[in-house]
């Protein structure tokens, strides 16, 4: 009885240590989990991984330097806003002049990460005007990014100084390739440099949330970076246009004479289609490698697109290829340009095609189709005798560099009108 006893007892004692051993084994566990929870949340707390930036594990430090760099990438998506001085030690306190025009002067600097830029004063006759010109060139590329749009790092806008700040095209302007001899470029780098700006446009007028027309294309306007990949640049006179307004109300001319549509020149309504004139006028001196407008060329050659137009005309558009000594292999590629040049210069905007297919004219995956006379409403015209005045552009008007090409005097006024240098600045004072 007494072993029987004894036995009970320690089936029970031994019963209550297991329990006993549960309990502390279970609340073990609940604080071995709230502190691991407490240690997670804390770790979040800190801001996980980027709290250990400093211990030196490699993992963690890629993590970190992989989000800094997604971070400056998209500040860097839009302009930054430089301060005078900051400007100054980019450029060294404005020691190296690029250029200068009616719009100011271009110098050219560098970031401290040795990136190299262009950065143009804005100058003009009138607060105003570097005003409009300043919101011009920021609200319009300073919104976009394309390929062949010349990008806008930032600005400055300070009592004192209006600036831009660009990416630097170390190659420079179009019109140095084709108005010297001694830099020459192939014609089949001339052909890419030709569909390359017709995408830009082409980007501005049908790809951007509002449209943009530039109003100012020719070669001094198309810079050329070290691959000499092209990018439409100067957009201070450009205007964003809403898509259901189809057309904008001028007050006065606009553009460079000679590149001009000439609806930008009368009282009547206007379209991005006058990007698209411009264009066809820029095409014609990437063909023949010379100004469409030469005194110094015979009275019938003087206006190289009307001649390049009866040559055409009449079927003999070969003489207009070996005048311009583009070789046999690239025959093909330049009667090509030619009908798109002839295409896009059309007296009525609405003849004019689109840009989208103006790029797909010139890459040979559309056909061309022949375009009609461009310059019918010449036909019987009469040159005056009288130059035009000064009085009939307006404050619009942009300053002829001496590198812009005047139109022929065998143009009349309705086309584009013939302007001076000295009329039009004149006129924009």
Not at 42 to 51: E, I, M, T, V, W
Not at 77 to 97: G, H, M, S, V
Not at 188 to 212: D, F, P
Request: hydrophobic letters at 40%; aromatic letters at 10%.
């Amino acid at each position: 009885m007494s072993d029987t006893t004894s036995t009970m007892t320690d089936s029970t004692n031994h019963s209550d240590y297991s329990g006993v051993v549960i309990a502390i084994a279970i609340v073990v566990l609940i604080v071995k989990i709230s502190l691991f929870c407490w240690c997670i949340n804390k770790f979040k707390a800190n801001g996980g991984f980027r709290s250990y930036n400093q211990t030196g594990t490699p993992v963690k430090k890629f993590m970190t330097l992989t989000m800094d760099k997604f971070l400056n990438d998209m500040e860097r998506e839009k302009p930054i806003r430089f301060t005078d001085q900051q400007l100054r030690i980019a450029t060294d306190n404005y020691t190296y002049l690029l250029g200068s025009g009616g719009f100011g002067a271009v110098y050219k600097g560098s970031f401290s990460d040795g990136t190299i830029i262009a950065v143009k004063v804005l100058r003009g006759s009138s607060d105003k005007r570097i005003d409009e010109q300043f919101m011009a060139e920021v609200g319009t590329i300073g919104k976009v990014h394309h390929l062949n749009l010349v990008r806008l790092y930032g600005f400055c806008f300070e009592r004192h100084l209006r600036a831009l700040v660009y990416e630097y095209m170390v190659n420079g302007a179009l019109e140095k390739y084709l108005f010297h001899e001694s830099t020459i470029l192939s014609f089949e780098k001339l052909h890419e440099i030709s569909i390359g700006t017709a995408r830009g446009i082409a980007y501005l007028h049908e790809e951007c949330q509002q449209r943009i027309i530039h109003y100012d294309i020719k070669p001094g306007n198309i810079l050329l970076d070290r691959n000499f990949c092209p990018k439409v640049a100067d957009f201070g006179l450009a205007k964003l246009c809403n898509r259901d307004h189809t057309h904008i109300s001028m007050t006065g001319g606009r553009g460079t004479p000679g590149y001009a549509a000439p609806e930008l020149w009368m009282p009547f309504p206007v379209t991005h289609k006058c990007d698209v004139y411009s264009f066809g006028i820029l095409l014609f001196e990437i063909i023949g490698r010379r100004r469409n407008h030469n005194d110094n060329l015979p009275e019938s050659q003087a206006w190289f697109p009307k001649w390049a137009w009866e040559k055409f005309d009449s079927e003999q558009v070969g003489e207009v290829i070996t005048a311009c000594g583009i070789e046999d292999k690239d025959r093909e590629i330049a009667e090509r340009i030619v009908k798109v040049a002839f295409s896009c210069v059309q007296y009525r905007p609405g003849a004019r095609p689109v840009m989208s297919a103006v790029v797909k004219m010139l890459e040979g995956s559309v056909e061309v189709p022949k375009p009609p006379n461009p310059f019918q409403h010449l036909i019987g015209w009469v040159p005056p005798t009288q130059p035009v005045h000064a009085s009939q552009a307006d404050t619009d008007t942009t300053i002829c560099s001496d590198s812009s090409a005047l139109l022929a005097k065998s143009v009349p006024v309705l086309a584009t009108p013939v302007v001076t240098k000295c009329e039009i600045e004149l006129a924009s004072v």
